[in-house]
Nanobody, 129 residues
Framework: QVQLVESGGGLVQTGGSLRLSCTAS???????TGWFRQAPGKKREGVSC????????YYSDSVKGRFTISRDNEKNTVYLQMNDLKPEDTAIYYC???????????????????????WGQGTQVTVSS
């Protein structure tokens, strides 16, 4: 049984930091793990992703320079360190995995929800102004 479990969300003030974790279990192959977010009334958008094989990372323009994605293969866990948080970062954050694309597919594919097959339950991030 494949499973993704996110943790680390919460309420933080503008300029604050949070670290999200995503732990995977039951998978036979993961090529890319991504973080996505969805705010009320908006489409789900890709935030960042990381390749399982070579550690290639991608970021959306809105978080580049503030968020950092990393992985611990021994723990099957991917992290998203979020710094300098802004109210517009408020959303439910999901992690998801893909075995259909690799990092060589490029940023747009890697950050597209369409190409990710397994999703966690989500964790709420709220940034107060």
């Amino acid at each position: 049984q494949v499973q993704l479990v996110e943790s680390g969300g919460g309420l933080v003030q503008t300029g604050g930091s949070l670290r999200l974790s995503c732990t995977a279990s039951g998978f036979t192959s993961i090529y890319v793990t991504g973080w996505f977010r969805q705010a009320p009334g908006k489409k789900r958008e890709g935030v960042s992703c990381i390749s399982s094989s070579d550690g290639t990372t991608y970021y959306s323009d809105s978080v580049k320079g503030r968020f950092t994605i990393s992985r611990d293969n021994e723990k099957n866990t991917v992290y998203l360190q979020m710094n300098d948080l802004k109210p517009e970062d408020t959303a439910i954050y999901y992690c998801a995995t893909s075995s259909r694309i690799t990092s060589r597919s490029g940023r747009d594919y890697s950050l597209s929800p369409y190409w990710h097959d397994y999703w966690g339950q989500g964790t709420q991030v709220t940034v107060s102004s």
